[in-house]
């Protein structure tokens, strides 16, 4: 059973930096072959797409956060990041990993929790 863990998230000034992992198990030497992204739900709103990236390594950004945020993925680690930078009040959400494979079976992380204030 595919299981993804996020790490990263924490308190940070506007203007900030941070960088959120995503590690998954339970897919043996396969991660691959899975699409991954990063998803966020902030305070009132629905969960939103926020950058993805395809077992082609492909990427897709959000357009709140092109130019900002940067996906990555090290199959080696079976790892995917989501580097943020210039981070804005509003980017303060509960951001998710996600995990797809190529039948189409959706994975989530628990979240991992990002605030930008002063």
């Known amino acids: 059973q595919v299981h993804v863990v996020e790490s990263g998230g924490a308190l940070v000034q506007p203007g900030g930096s941070l960088t959120l992992s995503c590690t998954a198990s339970g897919i043996g030497g396969f991660f691959s072959r899975y699409d991954m992204g990063w998803y966020r739900q902030g305070p009132g709103n629905q969960r939103e797409m926020v950058a993805t990236?395809?077992?082609?390594?492909?990427?897709n950004y959000a357009e709140f956060v092109k130019g900002r945020f940067t996906i990555s993925r090290d199959n080696a680690r079976s790892v995917v990041s989501l580097q943020m930078n210039g981070l804005k009040s509003e980017d303060t959400a509960v951001y998710y990993c996600?995990?797809?494979?190529?039948?189409?079976?959706?994975?989530w992380g628990q979240g991992t929790q990002v605030t930008v204030s002063s």
């Open positions: 990236i395809s077992h082609t390594e492909s990427t």
């Open positions: 996600w995990v797809q494979s190529l039948f189409g079976v959706e994975t």
